[in-house]
């Protein structure tokens, strides 16, 4: 079983950066696709960004350009830098561990808010 637990939430005025952490409870660097996933009030559930095992990356057209993820296989940890954070960017975040359609495990969640 896999745990992932996310921090580095919080409070940020428009325009300012925050770093999210995922770390996980075991090995995920062979196995798992690591992603990112939000939930703003009101609204679904949505992909923010995914980085598979070999290191490529992909991003939701509303965050590209601004925000990074990345993995150290390593220490198990997965990580979103986020710049140039708007008020739209604010929701709960969810770090996500998927192995095909086999398994997927997913954080508690860490919100993150933007506002002046």
């Known amino acids: 079983q896999v745990q992932l637990v996310e921090s580095g939430g919080g409070l940020v005025q428009p325009g300012g950066s925050l770093r999210l952490s995922c770390a996980a409870s075991?090995?995920?660097?062979?196995?798992?696709?690591m992603g990112w996933y939000r939930q703003a009030p009101g609204k679904e559930r949505e992909l923010v960004a995914v980085i598979t095992t070999n290191g490529n990356r992909n991003y939701a057209d509303s965050v590209k350009g601004r925000f990074t993820i990345s993995r150290d296989n390593a220490e198990n940890t997965v990580s979103l830098q986020m710049n140039s954070l708007k008020p739209e960017d604010t929701a709960v975040y969810y770090c996500?561990?998927?192995?095909?359609?086999?398994?997927?495990?997913w954080g508690q969640g860490t919100q993150v808010t933007v506002s002046s």
């Open positions: 075991r090995s995920i660097f062979s196995r798992y696709a």
């Open positions: 996500n561990a998927a192995w095909g359609t086999l398994e997927s495990h």
